[in-house]
């Protein structure tokens, strides 16, 4: 199988949010766990999105769109929570 330079950005970038996932869950889980949980199941809905054919006559991206608008404002209100 050869590996080419867009998966291997692909890969590198989920491994980085699911790092940023993990400190974030490490931090806030005691405080928030049901918030922690929903950026997580939306973190990974996102790479399955990601992971996706591309030709779905743009609801893909458009989905996408969306969930990074819920993973924003679930970021917000853990740190409202805070």
């Known amino acids: 199988m050869k590996l080419n330079l867009g998966h291997l ?7 980085i ?7 974030i869950q490490t931090v806030h889980a005691a405080n928030q766990p049901h918030m922690v949980n929903a950026l997580d ?7 399955q999105l990601e992971v ?5 006559g ?3 991206q458009t989905a996408i ?3 990074d608008n819920a993973i ?3 970021k917000a209100g853990i740190a409202a929570g805070n």
Do not use: M, N, P, W
């Open 58 to 60: 743009g609801h893909r």
């Open 72 to 74: 924003a404002e679930v």
């Open 17 to 23: 949010l699911l790092s940023s996932g993990i400190l």
């Open 65 to 67: 769109g969306i969930v």
């Open 41 to 47: 199941d939306l973190k990974a809905a996102r790479h």
């Open 9 to 15: 950005l692909l890969a590198f970038t989920f491994g």
């Open 52 to 56: 996706a054919e591309a030709d779905k």
